[in-house]
């Protein structure tokens, strides 16, 4: 039984102070069926229980409606899929985006109805669709598309709304290998002075993710708090995994950082202020 509150996308415990704003969300897989229902109507625990062995006890009688074998894609994709995702994935934008774009395919669908070959004029289709650069999709984005839709099916088995996943009789389309990139010596330099126009803070930007091991952006969301000077050591939340880490920092790095940090509060960003341009 698993039974808790939800505010605004988070799950919620008792002593957070969100707790008594939150939504009671019943979660439990019966019967090779995954639910998980928000129920609104619960004033405390006791009713959220309540509707909990309601919702059993139609599962039992095959009285549930999400079971049901007229439901449209559309309405599962609204009613499930998006709200699985939100609480499940950090990139759930992503998905959704993608999910909205399958919605409108098979608009008026029946889950049930689609089988293997819809996928694959899914695919047709998509891989003759211009980007937002006037060019053909590239085969890796379909892929994403049709990984959408087999996450969309393989939650609708789950709940009893299909039967299988079509989408798994649906062939990826052949990726090209990885670009290798890099600068060579003369454009690091040139692009090293052309930032140098801009001020240290610029190059400064420039040259720590070489040396710290991560994006630009996420070396900017990182706040005064998150680095030990100390320590040589710079934390990392919010990660995909959801677990923090500790990244250590070389002598290179602590010359940059030291200059950028200086000034910066325990709370602020270490993108909020800036050098002054030479």
């Known amino acids: 039984m698993a039974i808790w509150k939800r ?15 939150g939504v009671w969300v019943v979660e439990f897989t019966l019967r090779n069926r995954y ?5 609104p109507e619960a004033r405390n625990q006791r009713e959220a229980e309540e509707a909990e062995t309601h919702l059993k006890r139609a599962i039992f009688d095959q009285r549930f409606n999400l079971g049901s074998r007229s439901t449209k894609l559309a309405d599962f ?3 499930v899929f998006v709200p699985h995702v939100r609480e499940n994935n950090r990139s759930h934008r992503d998905d959704e985006q ?3 774009v399958i919605k409108e395919f098979f608009k008026g669908r029946l889950v049930r109805d689609i089988q293997p070959m819809d996928g694959e004029r899914l695919k047709s289709k ?3 669709t211009e980007t937002k650069f006037k060019r053909a999709m590239s085969p890796s984005t379909v892929n994403r598309y049709l990984m959408v839709g087999s996450k969309i099916f393989s939650l609708a088995v789950m709940n009893g709304v299909a039967e299988s996943n079509p989408f798994t009789k649906v062939e990826k389309l052949r990726e090209p290998p990885a670009r290798e990139r890099w600068l060579s010596g003369e454009e690091e330099e040139a692009l090293m002075t052309k930032l140098s126009a801009e001020g240290d803070y610029m190059t400064a930007l420039a040259e720590l993710p070489l040396h710290v091991g991560f994006r630009l952006g996420e ?6 708090c998150h680095f030990n000077m100390a320590e040589r050591l710079v934390r990392i939340t919010d990660t995909k995994n959801r677990m923090d880490r500790n990244v250590p920092l070389n002598a290179r790095a602590i010359e940059i950082l030291t200059p950028l940090l200086a000034g910066v509060g325990e709370d602020e960003l270490l993108g909020r202020t800036r050098a002054a341009p030479r």
């Open 77 to 79: 994709i609204d009613r």
């Open 7 to 21: 505010y605004k996308r988070r799950k919620v415990r008792r002593g957070d102070p969100d707790f008594d704003k």
């Open 35 to 39: 639910v998980k229902q928000a129920v």
């Open 126 to 128: 998509l891989r003759k």
């Open 98 to 100: 993608r999910a909205e």
């Open 219 to 224: 070396l900017l969301s990182r706040r005064g």
